[in-house]
């Protein structure tokens, strides 16, 4: 590796760290009852509404003006081989994830799916699995962390990253890292695919910002909502016990089920 990517590499380890420290800090200072009033989820929603608006403001600025662009001079199938391209990379986290919360048949569905994307789909741009009828299993380390019994923490919205919780944070470091575009080499490359897939990604989510603008009163609290549901939906496999069974998910998330098979 050149000077230049070990210099890189450590900055971004550097960083991770420092937020890592941040969000462990930020963890350890209980709020007191009543401080801020409203969802007993979300005890530090001023400073999570801070953070909401500065996304907001880059998204606006920066970051949507670039996926317009994108989607407006790229072909719609070509758009589709680069999610179906990132999809296949992603997959290879997902497996891992998948057998370190023992689940058999998500495992080798996961990995039949990645040898049939990647060999007859020219290295995932046609996405050959979902065709022939072979679900995706898609699972991130803060899922893996869940289904081990560790409580989600209070609601936290992330620089750039957008909703997540303390459990998910201290997971972003991992799910970046066991991304396989971070093994690509050089660095100019790796840091090219990075951007394409963020900006894929934004391009995908364009007509549901668009729908959120349009019908949501207060889209800090209707993006809190809508992420807090699917993260349970996610950790319980889309069959979440009734909420009466968990009426305080902020301090600690029920043990998951054992994995089904």
């Given at each position: 590796?050149?000077?230049?990517?070990?210099?890189?590499?450590r900055?971004?380890?550097?960083?991770?760290?420092?937020?890592c420290?941040?969000?462990?800090?930020?963890?350890?200072?209980?709020?007191?009852?009543?401080?801020?009033?409203?969802?007993?989820?979300?005890?530090?929603?001023?400073?999570?509404?801070?953070?909401?608006?500065?996304?907001?403001?880059?998204?606006?600025?920066?970051?949507k003006?670039?996926?317009?662009?994108?989607?407006t001079?790229?072909?719609?199938?070509?758009?589709?081989?680069?999610?179906?391209?990132?999809n296949?990379?992603?997959?290879?986290?997902?497996?891992?994830?998948?057998?370190?919360?023992?689940?058999?048949?998500?495992?080798?569905?996961?990995?039949f799916?990645?040898t049939?994307?990647?060999?007859?789909g020219?290295?995932?741009?046609?996405?050959?699995?979902?065709?022939?009828?072979?679900?995706?299993?898609?699972?991130?380390?803060?899922?893996?962390?869940?289904?081990?019994?560790?409580?989600?923490?209070?609601?936290?919205?992330?620089?750039?990253?957008?909703?997540?919780?303390v459990?998910?944070?201290?997971?972003?470091?991992?799910?970046?890292?066991?991304?396989?575009?971070?093994l690509v080499?050089?660095?100019?490359?790796r840091?090219?695919?990075?951007?394409?897939?963020?900006?894929?990604?934004?391009?995908?989510?364009?007509?549901?910002?668009?729908?959120?603008?349009?019908?949501?009163?207060?889209?800090?609290?209707?993006?809190?909502?809508?992420?807090?549901?699917?993260?349970?939906?996610?950790?319980?496999?889309?069959?979440?016990?009734?909420?009466e069974e968990?009426?305080?998910?902020?301090?600690?998330?029920?043990?998951?089920?054992?994995a089904?098979?």
């Amino acid at each position: 590796m050149t000077e230049s990517g070990c210099l890189a590499q450590r900055m971004r380890r550097g960083l991770w760290l420092l937020v890592c420290t941040a969000v462990l800090l930020l963890a350890g200072c209980a709020t007191t009852p009543g401080a801020h009033p409203g969802d007993p989820r979300d005890p530090w929603e001023p400073l999570n509404r801070d953070v909401h608006a500065f996304n907001e403001t880059f998204d606006r600025v920066a970051f949507k003006p670039v996926a317009v662009a994108y989607k407006t001079v790229t072909p719609r199938l070509v758009r589709a081989g680069v999610t179906n391209f990132f999809n296949n990379l992603g997959d290879a986290w997902s497996l891992f994830n998948n057998v370190l919360q023992g689940k058999l048949q998500a495992s080798v569905e996961t990995y039949f799916r990645m040898t049939v994307n990647t060999l007859w789909g020219i290295g995932g741009v046609f996405d050959i699995a979902t065709e022939i009828g072979v679900e995706s299993h898609t699972e991130d380390f803060g899922q893996t962390l869940g289904l081990w019994g560790l409580p989600t923490g209070p609601y936290l919205v992330l620089p750039f990253f957008g909703p997540s919780n303390v459990r998910d944070a201290l997971a972003t470091p991992a799910d970046t890292f066991g991304y396989p575009v971070t093994l690509v080499n050089p660095v100019a490359l790796r840091n090219s695919l990075a951007a394409l897939n963020a900006v894929d990604k934004r391009a995908n989510y364009l007509r549901a910002g668009e729908m959120l603008e349009e019908s949501a009163l207060d889209k800090y609290v209707f993006s809190r909502d809508v992420f807090l549901q699917k993260r349970r939906n996610d950790i319980y496999d889309g069959s979440p016990p009734p909420e009466e069974e968990a009426p305080d998910a902020s301090a600690a998330e029920p043990q998951a089920p054992v994995a089904r098979p």
